[in-house]
């Protein structure tokens, strides 16, 4: 049996140890150390957690543009990700940002951090330095983490504060039915692309399929955007695909098995 099989099996079957999957690897370190960070985080004044939270856009940027050391790992994006959220959990009501935050501020600051990464990536491409930057110890998960962890936040703020008169918006059923559902399989969309067995045959595969990149800046991002939705799309098909097939008729019976078990003990 080939090496590389063994590798890919090995990474397969214990994923969170050899951190197969970054998140998931950074989650369970988050979930073990969580005790940790809840004591600090209730025993610091509010000025040392704001500090705390400013600090951490600094190290993340430094794990890409500083030619030291690089302090950002994915346990630190983890973790400032939780920091942020119990931030806003705890004073989110008095923070003066949520009284001038809207849900179309919050989609311009999503676009605006796809433009930045994206012209980002246009320089080094422009520069021929792609592949060297991927395979650096300062290429980190989402290339400038604070960009996403400020969007999430953002969301989350104004979901956390719940201002009727000005935030929320009934939606139709239907179209919530939709949004659930399809949640549901968010996650099988990034097991499937980082699954280490297909993840350099699927990307491959992509790239064969896309056509060329055109070459005007504008162009760059509309394309990275369009090309972006349409694999996430065809990725979220075939999680709901896996889902349906596999998932779900292995876990009904076993489902079934365990209520009744636990029907058995109580009735005993």
Do not use: Q
């Given at each position: 049996m080939p090496m590389s099989l063994i590798r890919e099996a090995y990474l397969s079957l214990l994923p969170t140890f050899?951190?197969?999957?970054?998140?998931?690897?950074?989650?369970?370190?988050?979930?073990?150390?969580?005790?940790?960070?809840?004591?600090?985080?209730?025993?610091?004044?509010?000025?040392?957690?704001?500090?705390?939270?400013?600090l951490s856009p600094v190290l993340s940027i430094m794990a890409t543009v500083a030619l030291g050391p690089v302090l950002?790992?994915?346990?630190?994006?983890?973790?400032?990700a939780y920091l942020y959220g119990a931030y806003i959990r705890t004073y989110g009501k008095d923070m003066h940002i949520a009284k001038r935050l809207s849900p179309l501020a919050v989609a311009a600051l999503i676009l605006s951090s796809f433009v930045i990464v994206s012209a980002f990536y246009y320089v080094l491409d422009d520069l021929s330095a792609v592949p060297k930057f991927i395979h650096s110890?300062?290429?980190?998960?989402?290339?400038?983490?604070?960009?996403?962890?400020?969007?999430?936040s953002a969301i989350f703020l104004i979901i956390h504060n719940d201002n009727p008169s000005r935030h929320a918006t009934k939606s139709p059923s239907r179209i919530r039915n939709v949004v659930?559902?399809?949640?549901?399989?968010?996650?099988?969309?990034?097991?499937?692309?980082?699954?280490?067995?297909?993840?350099?045959?699927?990307?491959?595969?992509?790239?064969?399929?896309?056509?060329?990149?055109p070459e005007l800046g504008i162009a760059v991002v509309l394309f990275g955007v369009v090309s972006v939705l349409m694999?996430?799309?065809?990725?979220?098909?075939?999680?709901?695909?896996?889902?349906?097939?596999?998932v779900r008729p292995i876990e009904k019976p076993l489902m079934k098995a365990k209520l009744l078990s636990t029907i058995c003990q109580k009735s005993n």
């Open positions: 050899n951190g197969t999957y970054w998140f998931i690897t950074a989650y369970v370190a988050l979930v073990l150390l969580s005790p940790v960070i809840n004591a600090a985080f209730h025993n610091a004044s509010r000025k040392t957690l704001a500090f705390a939270l400013a950002w790992t994915n346990l630190t994006y983890a973790i400032t110890s300062h290429h980190v998960t989402g290339t400038l983490p604070i960009l996403p962890i400020l969007s999430v659930y559902h399809a949640a549901k399989y968010v996650f099988g969309v990034y097991l499937i692309h980082e699954n280490p067995c297909i993840k350099n045959a699927f990307w491959d595969a992509i790239s064969r399929l896309l056509p060329p990149a694999i996430y799309l065809s990725l979220l098909l075939a999680a709901f695909i896996i889902d349906s097939a596999i």
